[in-house]
């Protein structure tokens, strides 16, 4: 549940907190309630939350803000917040009320997919075998450095990560071997269609490129998937 603190603009201070303010910080309404509300603001943070607040005085609310809030025994705690400001009938600002969300274990979720993907890149890009990414109209997304020790991607390996995507498998392959792609793509999305496929099969093909020597490509491939499993990439 979020936690909702009330504020008194008058004098700054924590008038009132929920349940589920006080158990995410772990107080007690004792701890908190008279407490001067920027002292529950991460020193790091309060000249941020200073320009948040007068900036929500000025709108009436604000957007969804990220702050470093302090529980007890000074812990921190990574926060959502957003609040709105509650007036009198003659339009003065009487009290800030501010919904809080703790947002550390997904941060954490976030800052663990980065470090495996860094980790993955690393691993990709100095292995002896050529590993890419595809979208489903076959277009690139990811290739490996060791692409660039294959004569086969020698027209790719330069391109920009940005300027990737404007590249087909056809420009790598023969027209025979894009056709056979393209033919065992259409054999594999129609085996996701009928459902009840095992969703970690792969293809084995060997193709045939478009470089000088119209080497030959011994590829394996499987579908990327979606947290629904849905296929997304190759």
Same mark, same amino acid.
């Given at each position: 549940?979020?936690?909702?603190?009330?504020?008194?603009?008058?004098?700054?201070?924590?008038?009132?907190?929920?349940?589920?303010?006080?158990?995410?910080?772990?107080?007690?309404?004792?701890?908190?309630?008279?407490?001067?509300?920027?002292?529950?603001?991460?020193?790091?943070?309060?000249?941020?939350?200073?320009?948040?607040?007068?900036? *929500?005085?000025?709108?009436?609310?604000?957007?969804?803000?990220?702050?470093?809030?302090?529980?007890?025994?000074?812990?921190?705690?990574?926060?959502?917040?957003?609040?709105?400001?509650?007036?009198?009938?003659?339009?003065?600002?009487?009290?800030?009320?501010?919904?809080?969300?703790?947002?550390?274990?997904?941060?954490?979720?976030?800052?663990?997919?980065?470090?495996?993907?860094?980790?993955?890149?690393?691993?990709?890009?100095?292995?002896?075998?050529?590993?890419?990414?595809?979208?489903?109209?076959?277009?690139? *997304?990811?290739?490996?450095?060791?692409?660039?020790?294959?004569?086969?991607?020698?027209?790719?390996?330069?391109?920009?990560?940005?300027?990737?995507?404007?590249?087909?498998?056809?420009?790598?392959?023969?027209?025979?071997?894009?056709?056979?792609?393209?033919?065992?793509?259409?054999?594999?999305?129609?085996?996701?269609?009928?459902?009840?496929?095992?969703?970690?099969?792969?293809?084995?093909?060997?193709?045939?490129?478009?470089?000088?020597?119209?080497?030959?490509?011994?590829?394996?491939?499987?579908?990327?998937?979606?947290?629904?499993?849905?296929?997304?990439?190759?």
């Amino acid at each position: 549940a979020d936690g909702i603190s009330v504020i008194d603009l008058a004098t700054g201070k924590l008038l009132n907190s929920n349940p589920a303010a006080l158990q995410m910080f772990n107080f007690t309404r004792e701890d908190v309630i008279g407490t001067y509300s920027f002292d529950l603001i991460a020193e790091k943070d309060r000249q941020r939350a200073l320009e948040d607040m007068v900036q *929500t005085l000025k709108n009436g609310y604000s957007d969804v803000q990220e702050w470093c809030l302090l529980g007890k025994d000074g812990k921190e705690y990574d926060c959502e917040a957003r609040a709105a400001v509650i007036y009198d009938q003659s339009g003065k600002p009487l009290y800030l009320v501010n919904v809080m969300r703790d947002i550390g274990e997904r941060k954490q979720a976030v800052e663990a997919i980065k470090e495996s993907e860094r980790r993955y890149r690393i691993l990709a890009d100095n292995v002896s075998d050529v590993i890419l990414t595809l979208n489903m109209d076959l277009r690139f *997304t990811y290739l490996s450095a060791s692409s660039s020790r294959v004569p086969a991607f020698k027209r790719v390996t330069n391109i920009s990560s940005k300027d990737l995507i404007n590249i087909s498998v056809n420009d790598v392959l023969t027209p025979e071997s894009f056709k056979e792609a393209s033919s065992i793509l259409a054999e594999e999305l129609a085996v996701e269609n009928a459902g009840g496929a095992d969703p970690y099969r792969s293809r084995h093909m060997i193709l045939q490129s478009q470089d000088e020597l119209n080497s030959w490509l011994d590829v394996k491939a499987s579908f990327i998937r979606d947290h629904n499993k849905k296929a997304t990439g190759i």
